[in-house]
């Protein structure tokens, strides 16, 4: 059985719980964050994600507001009750984002940064590991050792893809890892399946396969605007898109118990 990775009295990621977390790639004003807080209070989602630090493969690209970011979220986290959930990218960030955010989140680009890993192994809130663009399953394995190892058990992996030579999706969204984490490790697993796509109209059939396969959750990209975000807007479902599948998820999971 896997375990539950406890956030909150009454919240937990894993065991038979399934969990939709949803928000913005990048955190981009007050305006956007608001809007955003809004709909998904309506919806009664408990986890907002959204990105202040913004690991770019462009310098030149929006780099996140920062510290900004955070209070923005922390704001938004009051205000509906939320628990958020951020990356952050350098240790030294640790202890300044803790009062903000509930779950730390590893990304993708930095599953194999053992100094940050390690100083997430010190903290007493989840940590949630996204795999590496080209890591194995096992090299995924292993980082999570890492985290585990300095005293920190509440991991939360997040299955976001791996970069192959196709290249009609951003990048090929690995669905078989879904059993093997449940089989190989205690932990809970997510899937990504914005990123692992990074086609707003392969999210919602992606996300039906995560369920199917035993995810315990799923991590949606939305924005009020795709079409003008910063960051990620061919992948972001706007509201009437994620509240489709959100709705078609939650029937999936009703008629599942019903068949136990």
């Not at 990105?51 to 938004?76: C, E, M, N, W």
């Not at 096992?138 to 991991?155: M, P, T």
């Not at 990074?198 to 396969?209: D, H, N, Y």
Request: proline share 4%; with cysteine.
């Amino acid at each position: 059985m896997t375990e539950k990775i406890k956030i909150d009295d009454g919240l937990s990621i894993g065991g038979e719980e399934f969990t939709i977390i949803a928000g913005p790639c990048a955190v981009e004003d007050e305006e956007q964050m608001e809007s955003i807080g809004r709909f998904l209070n309506r919806l009664e989602v408990k986890i907002i994600r959204g990105g202040a630090f913004k690991p770019r493969t462009s310098p030149k690209d929006f780099q996140g507001l920062g510290v900004d970011g955070l209070k923005i979220l922390y704001h938004i986290k009051k205000k509906y009750n939320f628990k958020v959930i951020s990356e952050i990218m350098d240790p030294r960030d640790i202890e300044e984002a803790y009062e903000y955010i509930d779950i730390y989140q590893i990304g993708s680009r930095n599953m194999q940064n053992y100094s940050l890993l390690k100083e997430m192994g010190k903290v007493d809130k989840p940590v949630l590991l996204k795999r590496g663009m080209s890591a194995t399953i096992d090299e995924w394995i292993k980082a999570s050792e890492y985290i585990r190892l300095k005293g920190n058990e509440r991991i939360i992996f997040c299955e976001r893809g791996i970069r192959t030579f196709e290249n009609y999706t951003r990048n090929t969204l690995d669905l078989i890892s879904v059993p093997i984490i449940r089989s190989e490790t205690k932990y809970p697993i997510l899937v990504d399946p914005s990123h692992g796509t990074g086609r707003r109209e392969l999210v919602l059939p992606a996300s039906k396969a995560a369920l199917a396969l035993g995810a315990h959750g799923l991590m949606i990209e939305i924005h009020p605007e795709p079409e003008k975000a910063l960051s990620d807007g061919a992948q972001s479902l706007n509201f009437s898109q994620f509240e489709i599948l959100f709705n078609e998820i939650n029937s999936m999971i009703k008629a599942l118990k019903a068949n136990m």
